[in-house]
Structures are given as C-alpha cells and as structure tokens.
C-alpha cells in the first residue's frame, strides 16, 4: 500500500491507497513546504500516471541536499533498510552482505569519502547515534522503524544542518520523517515470500480521525524470517511502531512508541587470501559442531608446540578460516512525546523528550578461549545496555526579511559495555543457540560503565532578498565522556570532553530564473568523542590513552566543507551539477593486530588531515507513457596528506625509532573514486516496473593503498500490477528482482576495521541473484 497519506513531499493528497504515484520537485526550501502545493508545468498528461522513483532536488536551499519519498522505498523488496533506497543519490556509498541492506554487521553507508560513523542520523529528529555496530549512541534506523512507515529522508552530502541534533556530522546528515496517520480508518496487510525461505510480514492499522479534527493514532506490526544465502542460520525480526497525532489550537501533540527484537546470525568474515582458497561462499560450519572441535582441537595443539604443529582439516589452513557460529542480537524500545506548530506559522517551534533502551550482544563461538572443563572453544559476547533519554526544540519567527531560530539539545546516554565467555559443556553437540541470549559467563574480560552527557545549541537566520536568499549561523556544543570500571580488563578509564561553542555556518542561493539557481556554502563540523570499548579514545590500554593526553595528540575531528553548484528544472526535467572542497583534520583512526574475533586492543593514532574533493552531479526527467529516468554520478578525490608516525620499538635497549608509515597521498579506506547510479521507471494505469544499475570503482581496505577490492555493477528491477477485488478492495502485486544478473562480488569491507598494509580479514561477500514477490492490500 502506499503511504503517500499527506504528500508530505508537495502537499497534495492521494486519495487512493493505491494511486499511481508521481514525481515531486520542491519549490522551496523544507521549512517552507508544508502549505505548497505542486506546480502545474510537474503535472503529468491526462493519459498517463505520474513517474514513480523521482528525487526531490532541494530547490531553493543554500547547501546540497536531496530528498526522496515512500514511493523510493516501496519498489525496493519489502523490509529493505530506508538506507539501500538513499543508494542511488549522489555520493552515497551503500553496502551490504544481504538483499535487505538490513544485515547490521554489513551495513555500512558512506558520504564523500566520510564513514557512517562520520554522519548524523535522525528520526524525527531524535538523535540515533553514530551508525556503529556497537552502538554506544543510538540505534540502526531498520531497527527504529518499520521501512513502509517512512514518509520522507533528507539527505545532505556537505556537514548537514545545524539544527541537527548529531555531533558527529562531519560529512552530511540523514534525517528520517515517519509517516503521519491517515486521516481514514483503514488497515494495511502485506505479505512477502522469496528466496532463501523468506517470509515478512507487515500490518498498520489506522484510527483516522476521531471527531472533529480530533486525534489520530495508527499502530503496524512487521515480522520477518529468512535463511542466510550461504551457510547456515537465520536472520529474523519482530518489530511494533506506533504514532498518535492530537492538534490543539495552533498546536498538535505527537506521540510515537518503537519496538524492535532483532536477531541474525552473522556470515563469516574474509580476506582476499581465503576468498582465493575458499571462495565467496565460504562461511561459518553451525552445522557441523564436531568439526568446530576439531579445530579448535588443532588450534590448542599447534599453540603448545609450535615447532611441530599439526594441519587443519582439509581444505582449511588456519582457525579463522571459520568459525562454528556467530549472531547478533538486539532488543530495542524507543519512546517519544512532544508538541510542535506548523512549520510556515509565524512564530514557529517545537518540543520533544525521548527515551531509548538497548540490550544486545554479538556473539561469537571462538576457539581462542577453551570452556574449562568442557569444550576446546566457548561462547565470546561483546554485551551492550544503553539507557538515553533527552530533550530538544526550537523556536523562531520572522522579522523583516529575517527568519530567526534557536534551538537546543540536551542527552544524558548511561552506557555499559562487557565482554564475557560462556561455557559449551559437550565436544559432541553445541549446548547453546546463538539465537538466544547468553546467560551465566564463567568469565568476564571487562565491564565498564560509560556516561555521555551532551549540551548543544544553534542559532540560524534565513535573510530573503528577493532573488537572493542568505542564510547565517552557528551552532555549538559541549559533550562530556567518562569510563568507570567495574573489571577493568587493561582498558583505559577517565574523563574527557570535546567543547568547541561556535561552529559557523554561511550559505546563499541566488534565483537566475524561474527554472535555475545557484547556491554556495561554508559549515565547519567537529566531532565529538565517544564513550566505548570498542570505538574512541577509551578503546585501547590506560598507557595508550594517557600518551595521547599528554602528548597532547587526543584531538576531536574536525571538517571545514565548501560547496557550489547549481539546479536547473524545467517542467518534467530535472538537474543539479556541485562541487566540493573539504579539509578534514586530526583524523583519528584505530588499528589492532590478529583477527577480530581474538578482540586484541587497539592503537589510536591522529594521522593529520585528509583533503577530499569532487563533483556530484544529477538528471532526472519523465519522459512521456509514464515512463522516467534518473541518473546521478560522483567523482571523489580523498587522500591522507600525513604519514603516520609509529612509537619506538621498546624491544631492544636503547628503543630503536621506527619510520613513518607511508600514507601521505594514499587514497583513504573505503572512498571508490566514481559511483555511477542509474534507473528506467514505468508507471501507468495498472502495470509500474523499475530497473537500476549501480557501478562503483575499487577500494581500498588498508591505509597503504596495497589491498583492494575491485568495482562492481550491479543490477536490480521491479516489475508489478495493481487492480481492485469484487468487493473494491485494492490489491497490488509486486516481484523483485535483487542482483539482477548474479555478480559475484565483495560488498562490504572493513567489517573488522582497517589496517596499514597486508591482506585482513575485514570482507563481506555480497548476496547472490535473489526473487522476492510481495503482495499488498488495503481497506
């Protein structure tokens, strides 16, 4: 069903559940959209449906941002993470090792060259974090929301807004809108089945308006079950949001509840040594236990005598080649209240508290830690409680030519991270679903306590002067981290803070005519430091942490970005070409020695700066028979400008310095240099359809530019009908088609981190061909 209830894109309502949709140019800048309606010249001809799968360029905004609506979404395969649908923008990087793009461990998203740990990420403006695996923030938006309950996501290629609430968008913003509830009474029920045995379920249920412009409320349930495309294990959800709408005079009271128990067993890491000997599919044994034994036998053995040491069994060669088993799991509940006015209202503003409660663990059977008594290999958990709650709101208003705000953000985030061992009593049989919380460690590595506590604010004037529009601020903030340990376990404990109260921001967009426009800006970003074992400046030993304070090394990242471009459009076509410059310094990266699952601590260096540069353009256009087109194309240039010093070798007496590693003028990890996207939509009167193609050049995954992975295009399409029962209920038929032509193929890389030169194990393959056919319905 569609969910297009309120056309939040241009404020034109669909009055069908199933109405072809339509392509959305935006006439003005977000703030200004809500009362807009869409302009005559977009309108499609009489015969023919409007074109599905347009971007909404940000016409009228002083710095790049796109914006792309519901309809993006729904002709992905039900249940496709909200990032997969962003993809094909310019600049943006998307991979994963599953058809969903939902696999947390894969999932990795990238924007000019800045990881996903580098942008902001918002629903409704609460705050979800750094994008990390182990987030120690937030959470993953598939977690957040349901993906048929997105209305809107803003995407900004530069630093983002400042009103933001992120202090981690150094390279752009992501900012997810859900859905409002229909003002109708009305059920939703879809249904999906595909490859790999998947089912997914989905169902929403709207109140519609209650009385005379009264409350609405809607609440939806989603499931979803589906076997990994290699190896063996599952990958499942359940997942509840709710949302409750109530106006009151000027105002309206908002309301959402989130819910969402996730569990997934993982694929097994690789490296292009075992991708070689083992090939793509090569994954975790979960069903063979004995073997698991085995080599974990072979492991312990070759460890006590290494001058004599025994091989693996065939065709393995080492005990990272697999593993038994490995999951994540993750349990969520999101909470939030506010009130809020009409954004084109006079005196504008809004309110918001929200809460957030995390448990989860990633697990991994590892060899390297024998269950005393019992099995060769045990259970190794990396454990996560978050408990975040805080506020935000702005107000502004208009006086003269100036559209003033302010706004604030305040989150205390009391975090507790532990890695534990669980006990595998038998060498016959696994005595322990993975699938399943662990209970009851025989021992614990480290467990510390970690607190957050984050002030921001901004102020903003938009100064409209006819054709030209100016926009000024800044914004600020101080955010304060602390370690306490409960067992230490050699991690580095204490207190840090990052303040820096002035991040300016300057923009202009200059109307040529009624069809062009030029814009231009200037933002500078910081990034805060995070609280974690894993992640940050607590993420290594005491020494290790204490040297980069006194020698005054520990510094937060910073960016300063420059854009200019220009937009074009001219009834049903579409263009935007920009440029960027961004100076990115004291980049703080971490490098650890051995596989990941041994969890060895890491090193943090500040490796200088890294200076990026490129140019992002966009076409889109219907072209008549309710047929479209888009096409975007990316050009980065990213490089580190310093090398790396290293400490002396501390081995010998006198300690022996040790050079440079050689980094300055290396292409940065994971920063393909062109990224090409392309799609042919078909939409009119029963029959709608997609194909896209998607190329991306090579990367690279150390930091010396000596391993790589090479490009890859791919391919996916859509094909669907819609008609109406006897009893005039619609119903609408999709089938998708996900690695159209069964590449073979490296997704995502740096799964466990990045290193400085040599092969890692730090790959994901990607999912092979895949058909998921889903059936939608509505009254």
């Keep these: 069903m569609r969910h297009l209830h309120a056309w939040l894109l241009a404020g034109t309502a669909l009055c069908s559940p199933f109405a072809a949709n339509a392509a959305v140019i935006e006439d003005k800048p977000a703030a200004a959209t809500d009362a807009t309606t869409a302009d005559p010249a977009d309108a499609p001809a009489a015969d023919e449906a409007p074109t599905a799968d347009i971007i909404v360029v940000g016409r009228g905004e002083t710095r790049q941002v796109q914006r792309i609506s519901q309809v993006d979404i729904e002709r992905l395969p039900a249940g496709t993470s909200p990032l997969k649908a962003i993809e094909k923008l310019p600049s943006v990087n998307f991979q994963a090792a599953d058809a969903f793009g939902a696999y947390e461990w894969s999932e990795r998203v990238s924007i000019r060259s800045f990881n996903q740990n580098q942008i902001g990420f918002t629903l409704d403006g609460i705050p979800l974090g750094d994008g990390s695996y182990g987030n120690t923030n937030g959470l993953h938006i598939s977690r957040a929301i349901s993906s048929e309950n997105i209305a809107q996501t803003t995407v900004s290629q530069g630093a983002g807004s400042i009103g933001t609430q992120a202090t981690n968008n150094l390279g752009g913003t992501i900012e997810f809108v859900s859905s409002d509830p229909k003002s109708v009474f009305g059920m939703t029920l879809n249904g999906t089945f595909g490859s790999e045995n998947t089912v997914r379920a989905f169902g929403r249920l709207d109140t519609g308006v209650l009385g005379d412009n009264g409350p609405s409320a809607y609440v939806s349930y989603g499931f979803l079950d589906t076997d990994k495309w290699k190896g063996f294990g599952s990958q499942r959800q359940h997942q509840i949001n709710a949302k409750f709408v109530a106006p009151i005079a000027d105002f309206r009271l908002v309301g959402t509840f989130d819910f969402s128990d996730r569990r997934e067993n993982d694929y097994q890491d690789l490296s292009l040594d075992m991708i070689r000997r083992l090939g793509l599919r090569n994954d975790n044994i979960s069903n063979n236990y004995p073997l ?45 209240f506010g009130v809020e006015t009409a954004k084109d209202a006079p005196v504008h503003g809004m309110l918001k508290a929200y809460y957030h409660s995390n448990h989860g663990q990633g697990i991994w059977y590892t060899p390297y830690q024998a269950t005393p008594g019992g099995a060769p290999l045990s259970v190794r958990t990396t454990e996560y409680d978050i408990r975040r709650k805080g506020v935000f709101g702005s107000i502004g208003g208009k006086l003269a030519f100036n559209d003033i705000t302010i706004g604030g953000w305040y989150e205390k985030n009391d975090f507790r991270q532990a890695r534990r061992f669980y006990g595998l009593g038998s060498r016959t049989v696994s005595t322990r679903n993975s699938l399943e919380f662990m209970i009851n460690p025989f021992a614990t590595q480290w467990d510390l306590n970690y607190d957050t506590e984050t002030l921001q604010y901004y102020v903003q004037d938009k100064i409209a002067l006819g054709a030209l529009t100016l926009d000024f601020g800044w914004k600020g903030f101080d955010v304060r981290n602390g370690a306490t340990p409960i067992v230490g376990g050699g991690l580095a404990a204490g207190k840090i803070k990052t303040t820096d109260w002035f991040q300016p921001h300057a923009g202009l967009n200059y109307k040529l005519s009624e069809t062009a426009e030029l814009f231009g800006d200037f933002t500078q970003a910081k990034r805060a430091f995070v609280s974690s074992a ?52 004291n980049r703080i990266i971490a490098t650890t020695v051995g596989a990941g699952i041994i969890g060895n601590l890491a090193t943090l260096s500040n490796v200088g700066s890294v200076r990026s540069y490129g140019i992002e353009a966009a076409v889109e256009a219907r072209i008549g028979h309710g047929f479209g087109v888009f096409a975007s194309y990316s050009y980065n240039d990213s490089t580190y400008r310093d090398d790396v010093p290293q400490a002396p070798d501390i081995s010998t007496t006198p300690p022996i310095p040790r050079p440079a590693i050689a980094t300055a003028g290396k292409t940065t990890v994971d920063s393909p240099k062109h990224l090409a996207k392309g799609e042919i939509t078909y939409d009119k009167g029963m029959f709608f359809g997609r194909i896209g193609a998607n190329y991306m050049s090579k990367r690279y995954f150390t930091y010396t530019n000596d391993q790589s992975v090479p490009g890859q295009l791919l391919f996916d399409a859509s094909l669907g009908v819609r008609f109406s029962l006897p009893d005039e209920r619609k119903v609408e038929v999709q089938l998708n088609a996900t690695n159209l032509f069964d590449k073979k193929y490296v997704s995502t890389i740096g799964s466990n981190g990045f290193g400085n030169s040599g092969d890692n194990q730090t790959l994901l393959a990607g999912a092979p061909q895949q058909f998921f056919v889903t059936v939608k319905t509505a009254f």
Excluded: C, M, W
Excluded at 296 to 311: R, S
């Design 534 to 585: 894993t992640s940050g400046p607590f993420a290594t030993t005491q020494a290790g942490f204490n040297a980069l304070l006194t020698t005054n090394k520990l510094k937060p990242e910073e960016s300063n970005t420059f854009e200019i471009g220009g937009r074009y459009r001219n009834g049903g076509f579409n263009a935007l070409l920009a440029a960027y410059y961004v100076d990115f310094s």
């Design 292 to 336: 698991a034994v085995v080599i974990a036998d072979t492991l312990a053995y070759n460890g006590a005598h290494p001058l004599a040491p025994i091989p693996y069994p065939a065709p393995y060669t080492t005990a990272d080649d697999v593993y038994f088993d490995a999951a994540g799991l993750r349990v969520d509940y999101l909470a939030s």
